[in-house]
């Protein structure tokens, strides 16, 4: 059985951090694109950052310079540290994974964490 669980959201003042977590199990992470997408009220899911397989990063670009993203493929363990946090950064944080083999696709998605910066 497929299952990611996100951690670590939470009320955080502006300029602050967090950092959330995704344990992950019942597939091969390491052979797996891990991501975070965020969804605001009224939004659309987005993209925040994506670490592949090999390693390799992408982040969007509101988020650039202040998230980093990582994994732990022995402990099946994504990571996202967000720093310097901004009142638009509020939303809830979605952790995935993904991966393409010839035509078939493969996309999990966890039940998501919230994050708040707010005052």
């Known amino acids: 059985q497929v299952q990611l669980v996100e951690s670590g959201g939470g009320l955080v003042q502006p300029g602050g951090s967090l950092r959330l977590s995704c344990a992950a199990s019942g597939f091969t992470f390491g052979s797996y694109d891990m991501g975070w997408y965020r969804q605001a009220p009224g939004k659309q899911r987005e993209l925040v950052a994506t670490?592949?397989?090999?390693?390799?990063?992408v982040y969007a670009d509101s988020v650039k310079d202040r998230f980093t993203i990582s994994r732990d493929n022995a402990k099946n363990m994504v990571y996202l540290q967000m720093n310097r946090l901004k009142p638009e950064d509020t939303a809830v944080y979605y952790c995935n994974g993904y991966r393409r083999i010839f035509v078939n696709t493969f996309d999990y998605w966890g039940q998501g964490t919230q994050v708040t910066v707010s005052s």
């Open positions: 670490i592949r397989s090999g390693g390799s990063t």
